[in-house]
């Protein structure tokens, strides 16, 4: 179990008030904590027609998130609705939004149920061409999802400015990730002007993406179920952190990007455009940089998430060559 001060308490009977409200007066049966997730507090919800949906909290109104967490519910529900319209991408589809805050004072919504397992708890079991199977599907599923574009760059919150160049957007986003860490005494191996000086300077390079495209930029094996029996992809979870930008921000332009069968499944190879390599070292340092940071506001209880991200830091630092 992931605990994180992020994540607001449910209470049966809150529960059952919130089935009560989604479901037009429905009983509630049973309710489950998803244990998994890092960030917002994850139910499983079944009432007594058997019905059941996947309810989600955002955080209470009294913790502090990162900047670019402010109003990311919304941002997912909207992406999720988004690529449902627009792609034959397996995701769930949003059962009712509240954003009332009459139950808890957190907005919330609910979602269907997606069959499947975790890709993280099953991977380790599967042969090389069983994995490679699954994430030459991921990579169809993916192209489909960057190849939604819209006008203007950033992130995909409602509230969130929309920039006209990529560099104004992503220079936005690392300000306000260093800013969040200077107001929570985060302590960086290099000083946070340094990085956005570097950032500054590789303006021409982020301006080379000249088309804002839909990045989900969480696709781990954590959000990509699987059916452990046919090895198909049953569903891709977690939009909340979607922006509008390059999709070479996207995990698997650090590990899959290699291998040619993705390639072939994605339909284009991405990483081998001029540049491509340095802006993903860039997207890697604002990365590491918000999961640094990131534990000074959850309240983890260990040390793994900050000693993982440090130690990827330093080495993007030094490929970077801001670090000896």
């Known amino acids: 179990?992931?605990?994180?001060?992020?994540?607001?308490?449910?209470?049966?009977?809150?529960?059952?008030?919130?089935?009560?409200?989604?479901?037009?007066?429905?009983?509630l049966l049973d309710v489950a904590e998803c244990t998994e997730g890092w960030f917002n507090a994850v139910h499983l919800v079944t009432v007594a027609d058997g019905r059941q949906a996947i309810l989600k909290v955002a955080p209470p109104p009294d913790v502090t998130v990162l900047r670019y967490e402010r109003d990311i519910m919304a941002a997912e529900v909207e992406v999720m609705r988004l690529v449902s319209d627009h792609t034959d991408v397996p995701i769930a589809r949003v059962l009712w939004h509240d954003t009332s805050c009459t139950r808890?004072?957190?907005?919330?919504?609910?979602?269907?149920?997606?069959?499947?397992?975790?890709?993280?708890?099953?991977?380790?079991?599967?042969?090389?061409?069983?994995?490679?199977?699954?994430?030459?599907?991921?990579?169809?599923?993916?192209?489909?999802i960057n190849a939604l574009t819209r006008v203007g760059f950033g992130l995909a919150a409602p509230s969130a400015p929309v920039f006209d160049r990529w560099s104004a957007a992503f220079m936005h986003m690392v300000d306000d990730v260093l800013?969040?860490?200077?107001?929570?005494?985060?302590?960086?191996?290099?000083?946070?002007?340094?990085?956005?000086?570097?950032?500054?300077?590789?303006?021409?390079?982020?301006?080379?993406v000249t088309q804002?495209?839909?990045?989900?930029?969480?696709?781990?094996?954590?959000?990509?179920?699987?059916?452990?029996?046919?090895?198909?992809?049953?569903?891709?979870?977690?939009?909340?952190?979607?922006?509008?930008?390059?999709?070479?921000?996207?995990?698997?332009?650090?590990?899959?990007?290699?291998?040619?069968?993705?390639?072939?499944?994605?339909?284009?190879?991405?990483?081998?455009?001029?540049?491509?390599?340095?802006?993903?070292?860039?997207?890697?340092?604002?990365?590491?940089?918000?999961?640094?940071?990131e534990v000074a506001y959850r309240h983890y209880p260990t040390d793994d998430m900050e000693r993982y991200a440090r130690h990827h830091l330093d080495r993007t630092l030094r490929a970077l060559d801001l670090l000896p």
């Not at 179990?1 to 059952?16: G, L, N, Q």
Request: proline share 6%; with cysteine; net charge negative.
């Open 212 to 293: 804002a495209q839909l990045v989900h930029w969480d696709l781990w094996d954590g959000n990509v179920l699987v059916d452990p029996g046919s090895l198909q992809v049953t569903g891709l979870i977690d939009f909340e952190r979607a922006l509008w930008g390059d999709p070479v921000m996207e995990l698997q332009f650090r590990s899959a990007a290699a291998d040619p069968a993705f390639g072939d499944a994605y339909g284009s190879r991405p990483m081998d455009a001029p540049g491509a390599h340095r802006r993903r070292l860039l997207y890697d340092l604002y990365l590491f940089v918000v999961m640094s940071v």
């Open 1 to 27: 179990m992931v605990k994180s001060i992020s994540k607001t308490p449910i209470t049966r009977e809150v529960a059952a008030q919130i089935a009560g409200d989604a479901f037009c007066g429905a009983a």
């Open 104 to 144: 808890v004072p957190s907005e919330l919504f609910l979602m269907e149920v997606l069959p499947g397992q975790l890709l993280s708890g099953v991977r380790a079991g599967l042969s090389t061409e069983q994995q490679q199977g699954i994430d030459t599907q991921v990579a169809s599923m993916l192209r489909q």
């Open 179 to 208: 800013t969040d860490g200077e107001a929570a005494g985060v302590t960086l191996p290099v000083p946070p002007e340094l990085i956005r000086a570097v950032v500054s300077d590789a303006a021409d390079l982020l301006d080379e």
